[in-house]
């Protein structure tokens, strides 16, 4: 059974910078994708990073966070990373580890097959 674990959030000020990680376990070494979604108060669930765990480190990004955000994973474990620069209020949120076996159904339907229970992340001005 998958699970997906995200720690790392917390409130920062505008300017800064955190490191979100998602611990993943149940899941097959050599065909995965994980992902980085967010939602805050109001507002619908937006994409953020996406990576292709068996694909070298390719990775695709909403437009929204390019230049700003880096996701990446652990050499030889199921931990993906999103490294989150120059922050901003407007990337306050609730940030949420995602994986699925496929890329479809993971970045272009937003419908995951496995989702991680959240971690809040807070930019103050």
């Known amino acids: 059974q998958v699970q997906l674990v995200e720690s790392g959030g917390g409130s920062v000020q505008s300017g800064g910078s955190l490191r979100l990680t998602c611990a993943a376990s149940?899941?097959?070494?050599?065909?995965?994708?994980m992902g980085w979604f967010r939602q805050a108060p109001g507002k619908g669930r937006e994409r953020v990073a996406v990576?292709?765990?068996?694909?070298?480190?390719?990775?695709q990004y909403g437009d929204s966070v390019k230049g700003r955000f880096t996701i990446s994973q652990e050499n030889g474990k199921n931990t993906a990373y999103l490294q989150m620069n120059s922050l901003k209020p407007e990337d306050t949120a609730m940030y949420y580890c995602a994986a699925d076996p496929e890329f479809a159904p993971l970045w272009l339907e937003s419908r995951p097959s496995h989702w991680g229970a959240g971690t809040q992340v807070t930019v103050s001005s």
């Open positions: 149940g899941v097959s070494d050599s065909y995965y994708f």
């Open positions: 990576l292709f765990t068996a694909g070298g480190g390719r990775a």
